[in-house]
Each structure stands twice: as structure tokens, then as C-alpha cells.
């Protein structure tokens, strides 16, 4: 349920995986380092290897993914 704070956090990691094309474990390794806020917004992530890709950060919208 999005209406509550657990189900938008749960939409936006559900989407952030999308956008970004991440695997679970580069999610759970991100730290607050690897993201940059300012314009254009980056997300830093390490893959397999240790092999890191950059991804230009998607604004997640409020109501993006609502079944309504």
C-alpha cells in the first residue's frame, strides 16, 4: 500500500531497481557517498568485480506505478 511510509519506500526501491538496472546486493552495498543530489543528479554503483557504473539519477514521482 503506497499510503503508508513502508509501501513508498517499497515503490521507490522498486523503482530505482528499474531505472537504474541495479541487482539487489548493489542496492544493499549503496552508500550515501555514491549518490550525488546536485544537478545532474548521479548514482554511483558497484557491481560484480568491484566494477563500478554511473547512472543518471530518475526523479521518482509520487503516483508513478499506482495501479489506479
Given at each position: 500500500?503506497?499510503?503508508?511510509?513502508?509501501?513508498?519506500?517499497?515503490?521507490a526501491l522498486l523503482q530505482f531497481l528499474y531505472n537504474t538496472g541495479a541487482r539487489?546486493?548493489?542496492?544493499?552495498?549503496?552508500?550515501?557517498?555514491?549518490?550525488?543530489?546536485?544537478?545532474?543528479?548521479?548514482?554511483?554503483?558497484?557491481?560484480?568485480?568491484?566494477?563500478?557504473?554511473?547512472?543518471?539519477?530518475?526523479?521518482?514521482?509520487?503516483?508513478?506505478?499506482?495501479?489506479?
Amino acid at each position: 500500500e503506497r499510503t503508508d511510509p513502508a509501501g513508498r519506500r517499497d515503490a521507490a526501491l522498486l523503482q530505482f531497481l528499474y531505472n537504474t538496472g541495479a541487482r539487489a546486493q548493489e542496492v544493499v552495498d549503496l552508500r550515501l557517498p555514491a549518490i550525488r543530489f546536485e544537478s545532474p543528479a548521479q548514482v554511483r554503483l558497484l557491481g560484480k568485480g568491484r566494477k563500478e557504473r554511473c547512472h543518471r539519477a530518475i526523479q521518482i514521482r509520487p503516483g508513478v506505478g499506482d495501479s489506479n
